[in-house]
């Protein structure tokens, strides 16, 4: 981390995210579907159709890290604390290029051009990202699947705090990435980062997925996102109050989709939204919400540590 911006205003966004964690919700349990239903874990990999994410999003890690959230919150609400201290920065990253000898070695240039990515997407909201070093390491099974191989990468090639980035580029099993979240970091800090398959990044050649986004979605993850499909339609749904609410990923660009209807649900689905499954040509944006949750999320699991 190099700064922090402190910002003890946003009171309206805090009052959302207050609303949202004391379950001030408009659906009422005996309305709610079962918030698995109709969640797709991995499904089918970018090169079949469909944007996949490695992401372990099971409820048991959701429901774990939001009553840590909420209790966490309290504490600092009850020491007259903001619920986000730090609302903005510019984070250091340090990123790992894994290479099988032939497949994978990204240019200097292709690295920069995905931090210009996601300083575009992050930059509105406060966030910018300086890249610390790039280290290269020839290592085919890491390569071939640094999801299996997640742990002995990350153990031999993590560097910085709680508040860096690492991102690390190869192929991540069936998934276009995955990535960990921020309370995830004080167990197992070694594993803490987000990773990429290596043709997602901009003219990196995978189709439809090689636009940056890929790295984008799971750096969301990283500071605390959960899909926009999170939940479906049921109660608290991504834990964002200014995202419609969506029973499924939206896969391609389907604008205009509506699978949470009725007047309970307003709003189209979130296709543009980077938390979502679709191309990296659709989707463009976060929200004010999803902002200020990043921004509660880093200060409480991030920030300093
Ligand atoms: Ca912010
Ligand atoms: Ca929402
Ligand atoms: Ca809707
Ligand atoms: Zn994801």
């Not at 989707?283 to 921004?295: E, V």
Request: hydrophobic share 35%; glycine share 10%; net charge negative.
């Amino acid at each position: 981390m190099k700064r922090i911006y402190i910002v003890s205003g946003l009171v309206t966004f805090a009052l959302a995210v207050l609303l949202t964690i004391l379950g001030v919700d408009h659906v009422s349990k005996a309305e709610s579907v079962d918030p698995m239903k109709n969640v797709v874990f991995g499904g089918p990999s970018a090169a079949r159709g469909g944007r996949s994410c490695g992401t372990d999003n099971s409820r048991a890690v959701v429901e774990a890290q939001e009553q840590d959230r909420t209790a966490k919150l309290k504490q600092r609400l009850a020491k007259g604390l903001a619920p986000a201290e730090a609302t903005g920065g510019v984070v250091n990253v340090y990123f790992h290029v894994v290479t099988n000898g032939t497949s994978g070695d990204l240019s200097d240039a292709q690295v920069a051009s995905q931090m210009r990515v996601l300083n575009n997407a992050f930059g509105p909201w406060g966030w910018s990202f300086n890249l610390a070093a790039t280290d290269r390491t020839v290592n085919a099974e890491w390569f071939n699947d640094c999801y299996s191989n997640d742990r002995a990468m990350k153990n031999a090639l993590h560097q910085g705090s709680g508040d860096d980035l690492n991102i690390y580029s190869c192929v991540p099993g069936p998934y276009l990435g995955f990535a960990t979240f921020p309370s995830n970091y004080s167990s197992q800090p070694n594993l803490d980062g987000v990773v990429i398959l290596y043709s997602s990044l901009p003219h990196g050649g995978e189709p439809n997925y090689d636009e940056g986004d890929t790295a984008t979605h799971e750096v969301g993850h990283w500071f605390g996102l959960y899909h926009t499909f999170q939940n479906g339609c049921s109660k608290n749904g991504d834990y964002v109050s200014d995202t419609p609410s969506e029973k499924s990923p939206a896969f391609e660009c389907p604008i205009g989709r509506d699978t949470c209807e009725g007047s309970r649900y307003p709003g189209l689905d979130p296709v543009e939204n980077f938390m979502d499954y679709s191309y990296d040509s659709c989707m463009f944006q976060f929200t004010a919400g999803q902002d200020a949750r990043m921004d509660e999320m880093f200060t409480t699991y991030r920030f300093g540590q």
